[in-house]
């Protein structure tokens, strides 16, 4: 009962997600995944700008019950040395082989 219950649980989380977000998947094309060492559930998908930054924020906590106070950097600061380091990597080959970048 409890497996069935969990995967009922899971199509409405989901279902709802895709009523309010409209990814640009096919409806019914959403894919739920699993990672596999928290167990958390989350999907791959493609959300227009206009609806995120009508829907969603940066402002949050990391840690609300611990450190309320405490937010990550998610702003793009493009002089930021971890930011450099993307790129570079990005142009590097050992992450690229040849004929295999996707652009």
Avoid: W
């Avoid at 999907?43 to 990391?62: F, G, K, N, Q």
């Amino acid at each position: 009962m409890g497996q069935a219950m969990a995967k009922k649980q899971k199509a409405d989380t989901s279902e709802e997600f895709a009523k309010e977000f409209k990814p640009l998947e096919s409806e019914g094309k959403l894919f739920v995944l699993t990672d596999s060492r928290t167990d958390a559930k989350f999907c791959e998908c493609h959300i227009r700008a206009s609806t995120m930054v009508a829907l969603t924020t940066t402002d949050v906590p990391l840690d609300p019950e611990e450190q309320a106070e405490y937010r990550a950097n998610r702003e793009i600061v493009t002089d930021a040395y971890a930011f450099e380091k993307m790129k570079e990597d990005d142009l590097s080959p050992k992450f690229h082989p040849v004929g295999s970048r996707v652009c």
